[in-house]
């Protein structure tokens, strides 16, 4: 079996939907999530509570890894594991399994030992399908939106919501920190999800997110009455990484107008509003992190010296977060990692 016909194997297997599928790896409802050019499902290799895997298609052939227990590999090790089989003491019964899969019959004989059928037709490698990159919302259709947000305690409902999450609607709303969607007026294009718009849908308490410049690029939506699908939510079709929440103390740190000496990272916009909320020192800020949030831009705002506080999830994904944060902070600052 030579390298090229491992490759064509490769390549007839590049589609993840279908791959999974095929493999019973893909789930159902929360067990998988939809990411750029594949998935994000149940690690096969470990008892996995949450989504933590992702499986790509990179440059034309499938790569995965585990961000919960870092095995990694590509389409043949999904085979392997798949079919009960060793990748390395058995490669040759996983590339039969795998040829198979993909109908690549003349390869199946070759490595059963029957004399190779030819194939139906010419192999072609599939192309390549590249996503356009996504883009932040439009700047002027964020301000819009915002300035036509009212604060929260002008919203019963979203007021009710913040009350039964132990949040006061008048420190939100003074320390500016979210404001409430208006009960009328036009709302951008991409206010929308499954059910209808933002406001349709009870999604009402909005919440601002700033790049490592300290300009609001974007905004995050999250429901305040009990109902389906998730929590949040980005602007629909648009970028929503590279973005995270901040206090007036964060801001201005990012901006570069202070050099306070003790930051708070937490996870998602609840645990975000209630660490703002309490935290009123000039020498102290607090910044708000999603997925796809952190990058080395923020890193490179947070003073050198600075002590800072990691409270993320006690699960894969917030393990994940304090892991891209630390590489990035290692050298610079003193990290204590506070599990919320």
Known sequence: MSDADVLEIKHALSDPT?????????????????????????????????????????DGVILWKCWGCGATGDV??????????????????????????????????KLEGREPREPRHAYVPPP????????????????????????????????????????????????????????????PRWAVCTGGNWRETSYRLIVPMYDATGAMRSVRACRVVDGDGPKRRPPFGHKASELVMADLFALAMLRGEIKPYRVVIVEGEPDFLSRASVMNDAHGCALGIVSGSWTKSFAERIP??????????????????AQEIESTLRRRAFLWRRQA
């Open 128 to 187: 390549v399908h590249v996503e356009p990159p996504r883009e932040w919302p439009p700047q002027a259709e964020v301000d819009a939106l915002w300035n036509a947000c009212v604060p929260t305690s002008e919203s019963e409902t979203v007021a009710a919501y913040l009350q039964t999450r132990s949040l006061s609607a008048d420190v939100i709303d003074g320390r500016e920190l979210a404001r409430a969607l208006p009960d009328a007026g036009a709302l």
């Open 304 to 321: 050198v010296g600075a002590r800072v506080y990691l409270r993320t999830d006690v699960d894969a994904a917030g393990d994940r977060y």
């Open 76 to 109: 043949l090790t999904l085979v392997a594991v798949a079919n009960n089989l060793k990748i390395d003491s058995q490669f040759k019964a996983v590339l039969a399994a795998a040829a198979r899969l993909g109908g690549l019959w003349h390869l199946v004989d």
């Open 18 to 58: 279908r791959v999974l599928e095929a493999l019973g790896m893909m789930g159902q409802g929360k067990a998988r999530a939809r990411q750029a050019g594949g998935w994000s499902i149940r690690c096969p290799v470990h008892e996995d509570g949450t989504p933590s895997c992702s499986v790509q298609n990179k």
